[in-house]
């Protein structure tokens, strides 16, 4: 009988070893996943940070102008805002077009991507 339990027990352990490999590949596809999405919303927030940087310095030079084209920079200061009001209302009604969709494609490509691609 001890002879037929020692493949049996082989068998157990080969199944064993392979649940912990595929564990292991899943935590290290989790961890590359995060990793790499973290970096990519880094970056966005870098550059979102520099792009306002850019647009208020844009904006106070707009002000600039067109008060001295006007003769008032109260009324320049409106004017500038009410530009970049449309502009924020545009880019929230295209929201999904050009930034929901865009970030389903990134995350999804991250994370499930295929296994011929390499880890």
């Not at 070893?17 to 927030?45: A, E, F, P, T």
């Not at 084209?69 to 500038?80: K, N, P, R």
């Amino acid at each position: 009988m001890a002879h037929t339990d020692k493949p049996l027990q082989d068998l157990v352990n080969d199944a064993k070893s392979y649940v912990d490999l595929q564990v292991d590949d899943l935590k290290l596809r989790i961890v590359k996943g995060l990793s790499l999405s973290l970096g990519q919303m880094l970056s966005m927030l870098l550059i979102l940070i520099s792009l306002s940087v850019v647009l208020l310095a844009v904006g106070a030079g707009c002000v600039l102008l067109i008060g001295g084209w006007i003769g008032s920079y109260t009324g320049a200061a409106f004017i500038v805002a009410g530009i970049f009001a449309l502009l924020t209302f545009a880019l929230f009604r295209l929201r999904s077009k050009l930034f929901v969709n865009g970030f389903v494609k990134l995350f999804a490509g991250i994370l499930f991507e295929d296994k011929e691609e390499g880890v």
